[in-house]
């Protein structure tokens, strides 16, 4: 240390132990500010410059960029600026590791596959993104359910219709989100428009939303039933499962109402292999399949056609 308490250059990237050109780096980037220059333009420093130059190099450590850094030394509100910067790398970490989770899985997807269908589902992996996205089944339903369905009901049952790709998947779960995607993605034969229920055009756009509601509710009781592998059969379920159809039509739950819904029903377009790969994505591997609104559903639907069918 020279006689007026400052550090050459040199000196200060001996106690801090890094090179001369890392002092300098920082220097040049304005985050380890010069106390002056020598009579011969060489950068002199504080002593304090060192705890500052250690900080720094501890946040590079953890991977924050220069303008992070800089706004952590120059806060003025201790801790906040550090706080922020770091839940910003931890999100920036996770999204990274969950995008890695994926890539490893749909790897050995391919690695354990027969040789025969490698060729299948490299084409199924190579449509989609990794992580995946889940525009595609979005814009399915969307185009599925009425076009003036309200906004708030329309959000509602994307929540339980779209599932949300697990953040660790196994090789299994990649390739069922593959074929959801392939799914949700095909035009329909000829450019047909997709099919709907005739609840859709019983109920128009409000009563839709009604429907869907009311549905919720007796999937969710149904549910109960089907973890615990109940025939299907009568009761609170079942009757909120008629009752949301009756209000929706704006008619009485009459016997006759019943048999009348069993049939339509029956006759709806099945969508099964969508509900079938939901519950590959949606059960931990391993798990007990977790139930659907597509198995619900059908208990539901078992149920009514078991009870209509004893009455007649």
Known sequence: ????????????????????????????????????????????????????????????????????????????????????????????????????????????????????????????????????????????????????????????????AVPVPPDDPDPAQVLAFARLHALTSRPCPGGARQPRPEAHRVAGARGTAVLYAGLAEAYESAAVHVRRDRPPGPGDALDGFVAAYAQAYDRRDTPGFRRALARELAAETRLDAYWDLVSVLTTAPGARPEPTPGSTHDWLLAALTAEVTASA
């Open 1 to 160: 240390m020279s006689h007026d308490g400052l550090w050459s250059i040199g000196e200060l990237a001996e106690h801090a132990g890094v090179t001369v050109k890392t002092v300098r780096f920082y220097s040049d980037r304005g985050l380890l500010p010069e106390a002056s220059r020598s009579t011969g333009g060489h950068r002199r420093y504080a002593p304090a410059s060192l705890d500052r130059l250690r900080l720094i190099r501890s946040l590079r450590a953890l991977d924050l960029p220069l303008p992070e850094v800089h706004r952590v030394l120059d806060e003025q509100e201790p801790g906040r600026a550090l706080e922020d910067a770091v839940a910003g790398r931890l999100r920036e970490v996770g999204s990274r590791l969950r995008e890695l989770r994926w890539r490893e899985a749909a790897l050995r997807l391919v690695q354990e596959c027969p040789p025969g269908e490698r060729a299948e589902r490299l084409l199924l992996l190579g449509g989609m993104t990794t992580p995946p996205s889940t525009d595609a089944p979005a814009r399915f339903w969307r185009a599925w359910l009425p076009a003036r369905m309200p906004a708030p009901a329309v959000a509602a049952f994307l929540e339980v």
